[in-house]
C-alpha cells in the first residue's frame, strides 16, 4: 500500500496543478474594453477622475524587453506570463469633470493637509481602478475593480498644502504635488475577485490644479506621469493582464481556485481510503 499511497498523493498535488494550468493555457482570452482610474484623498471628494483614451496589445518587441527585466528567470516568466494576455491602457491625463467639493469642505481640507505636514502626521491618497469587458462567461466578473492606499510624505503634504493655498506667502514656486508608487504599472485581471498590481512595479505621478472663471469658479486637477516614456504623451500608461477563462464546465472548477479545489480532492479521497480500510 506504500507505493500505492505515495503515487495517490503526488496525484493529488500535481493533478489539480496540471489541470489548472492546462485550463488557463487553453481558455479563451477575455481582453479589457475600458478602464477608469480615480485619485482621492481619504475622507474627501475625489480628486480625480478619467477614462481610458485607448487601449491596444502589446508588440513582441515590448514583450521582449519585458521579459529581458526578469531574465534571471525568463523561462518561468514566459511560461506564467504570455504575450497576448497583455494591453497597454493609455488613460486620459485630463479629468472627465471639474473636481466637486464644496467651499466648507475645501477649507476643511487645506486645514487638515496643513496640520499633518506641520505635525508631521499622515494624510492618505487613495488610488483606484475600474475594468470592464465583454461578457463572455458566468464564470468572469464583468467589472473588476481595485485600489491602493499611499501615504503621503511630509514633503509631498507640504506640496499639497501650497497647491491648495497658492496664496501663503511660504509657498512660493511650489504649484504641483508629486507622489510616488501612485499606481500599479502592471495590473492583473483575473476572471473574478479584486483588481491587484503585479510584477512590483509602479507608476508615479504629478498633480496639478487649474482654476477657471469663465463660467463661474471652478477648478480641476490633472495628472502626469513621472518619468513617462513619451514626453508627448497626453496620458497616463498601464498594462492590463487578464487572465483566461475557462472553457465550458471547467468555468465554475476554476473560480473556486486551486487550493480550494485540492483541499476538496485530498479530502474526498483520504474519506475513501479510510472507508475502505475500516472495511
Given at each position: ?84 494576455n497583455f494591453q497597454n491602457v493609455c488613460i486620459s491625463n485630463q479629468p472627465a469633470s471639474i473636481w466637486v467639493i464644496s467651499p466648507p469642505a475645501r477649507e476643511q481640507l487645506v486645514a487638515k493637509v ?98 477657471s472663471n469663465f463660467s463661474g469658479s471652478s477648478e480641476w486637477w490633472t495628472l502626469e506621469e513621472v518619468n513617462g516614456t513619451d514626453p508627448a504623451a497626453a496620458g497616463i500608461k498601464l498594462w492590463v ?39
Open positions: 500500500y506504500g507505493a500505492v499511497l505515495v503515487l495517490l498523493f503526488l496525484g493529488l498535488i500535481w493533478g489539480p496543478l496540471f489541470f489548472f494550468s492546462l485550463v488557463t493555457e487553453t481558455g479563451s482570452l477575455n481582453p479589457a474594453t475600458s478602464m477608469s482610474i480615480e485619485v482621492s484623498l481619504e475622507g474627501f471628494q475625489p480628486l480625480f477622475t478619467a477614462r481610458q483614451l485607448n487601449i491596444s496589445n502589446m508588440t513582441d518587441s515590448e514583450y521582449h524587453q519585458l521579459v529581458d527585466k526578469y531574465k534571471d528567470d525568463t523561462a518561468q516568466f514566459a511560461s506564467i506570463y504570455r504575450i497576448d496643513q496640520a499633518s505636514f506641520q505635525s508631521n502626521g499622515s494624510l492618505n491618497l487613495l488610488s483606484s481602478w475600474t475594468i470592464s469587458r465583454t461578457p463572455i462567461s458566468t464564470a468572469a466578473q464583468i467589472h473588476l475593480s481595485g485600489q491602493r492606499s499611499v501615504v503621503l510624505s511630509n514633503e509631498t503634504l507640504r506640496q499639497l498644502y501650497c497647491t491648495l493655498n497658492h496664496t501663503d506667502s511660504n509657498c512660493s514656486g511650489i504649484s504641483t504635488v508629486m507622489v510616488k508608487n501612485l499606481f500599479p504599472y502592471y495590473i492583473r485581471a483575473p476572471n473574478t475577485g479584486e483588481s491587484k498590481g503585479i510584477l512590483k512595479e509602479n507608476v508615479g505621478c504629478i498633480l496639478s490644479l487649474s482654476s493582464y487578464s487572465d483566461r477563462v475557462a472553457p465550458g464546465i471547467f468555468g465554475s472548477i476554476v473560480s473556486i481556485g486551486y487550493v480550494h479545489f485540492g483541499i476538496q480532492r485530498v479530502t474526498n479521497y483520504t474519506t475513501a481510503m479510510l472507508l475502505q480500510l475500516e472495511c
